[in-house]
């Protein structure tokens, strides 16, 4: 039986879905809320995307309320409606007033993370919904665990994970659990419509610096070696060994290169590594609009990044991609297998910058 019963199915006209969600996240669970408009056609989708960075700290509020994720949701035709003012408590506040008076008749919770905190939240944004939640293992030793479960009417199963098994596993298993909506692999595979104006915004900035549209025997390589946390981040230094290598000899000697970076990163880094920039490279940051990125990975003909969304982007975009990972969470290695090259750290415990050079290097050539 579908944790959202059939007749509450039929009946409502509209439904809320929660979740705290990065760009790698939505790659994925884009296609999962495809296929649920496909199969309830009358019902209008509303998505709040949680910041779990919410903050009181208002130097931080710029980044957190230009979250390039936002673009990207807001342009899906099956979202009505996309919250995106929940960087601080008091916008928090407000986004919870607004959604009760839609009076939803379903909330979903599909966070991962402080999950009675977020079984708390789809209550106060549904009073009367039918509200579904993941629920954990309640802390004898907190009490508020446990009326914040019972605030849920039904629960997520436990996703049963098996040897090989990918992240997109787990979010089919979610929606086949909610509503009976199945998806087979193909459904699966990540896709990203670019609208024609970035396309063409793409293509002039390559074009602004010197680099043909056609590039038999010189190929253009991006290369992304942030993420959010120390862990996953590879040192700019190490890009500029990389380049190196490449340019030395190989099939790679002719090579572009396109170095990204978040806004609040690409000065720093650029400091990092003025000194011994490689030929014919270029600095990048996406700081107008989401689709900057993706329009600009579709040129390449080569994606190197580490484990963020990148990496899931050039899947998206069908652009090969060598993938920079920990042994910790192989479930988030790159969908399309056939594209895709991972290098992964020697151990478990190290983090992505235990990797060489040298080692992504002869990954590179071998392609």
């Known amino acids: 039986m579908p944790l959202i019963p059939q007749e509450q199915l039929a009946k409502a006209d509209k439904i809320l879905f929660i979740a705290h969600l990065a760009i790698g996240d939505f790659t994925y669970l884009q296609n999962g809320f495809k296929a649920f408009s496909e199969a309830y056609p009358h019902l209008r989708i509303h998505l709040w995307i949680d910041e779990v960075r919410r903050t009181n700290d208002r130097s931080k509020w710029g980044y957190l309320k230009n979250y390039a994720l936002y673009d990207w949701a807001e342009s899906c035709p099956f979202f009505e409606k996309v919250y995106r003012r929940t960087y601080s408590p008091d916008l928090l506040a407000e986004s919870i007033t607004q959604a009760q008076a839609e009076a939803y008749p ?185 689709y900057q990125l993706p329009a600009l990975l579709q040129c390449c003909d080569l994606v190197v990044s580490v484990e963020t969304a990148v990496m899931h982007l050039a899947n998206a975009v069908h652009v090969p991609v060598v993938a920079l990972m920990r042994r910790k969470n192989p479930e988030w290695a790159p969908f399309d297998k056939a594209n895709s090259r991972v290098v992964m750290a020697a151990r478990r415990s190290d983090w992505v910058d235990a990797i060489p050079a040298e080692q992504v290097r002869a990954v590179m050539e071998a392609l």
Not at 262 to 274: C, D, H, M, V
Request: charged content about 20%; hydrophobic content about 45%.
């Open 106 to 290: 379903i909330v979903i919770s599909l966070a991962t993370l402080r999950r009675p905190q977020y079984a708390r939240l789809a209550r106060a944004c549904g009073p009367q919904a039918w509200v579904v939640g993941m629920r954990g293992k309640a802390r004898w030793y907190v009490p508020s665990d446990f009326a914040a479960y019972r605030k849920l009417d039904a629960s997520f199963a436990a996703f049963q994970t098996f040897p090989g098994y990918h992240i997109t596993d787990e979010y089919a298993d979610w929606f086949m659990q909610l509503a009976n909506v199945r998806m087979d692999r193909q459904q699966r595979f990540p896709y990203i419509d670019i609208p024609a104006h970035w396309q063409q915004q793409a293509r002039e900035q390559l074009a602004s610096w010197g680099i043909p549209a056609r590039r038999e025997d010189a190929p253009l390589v991006f290369i992304n070696p942030f993420a959010k946390t120390r862990k996953r981040c590879w040192p700019v230094g190490r890009v500029a060994d990389l380049i190196g290598l490449l340019q030395a000899q190989g099939k790679w000697r002719h090579a572009h290169f396109i170095i990204n970076a978040t806004p609040q990163e690409i000065e720093q880094a650029r400091q990092e590594i003025a000194d011994r920039l490689p030929a014919r490279t270029f600095w990048f940051s996406a700081d107008q609009n989401f």
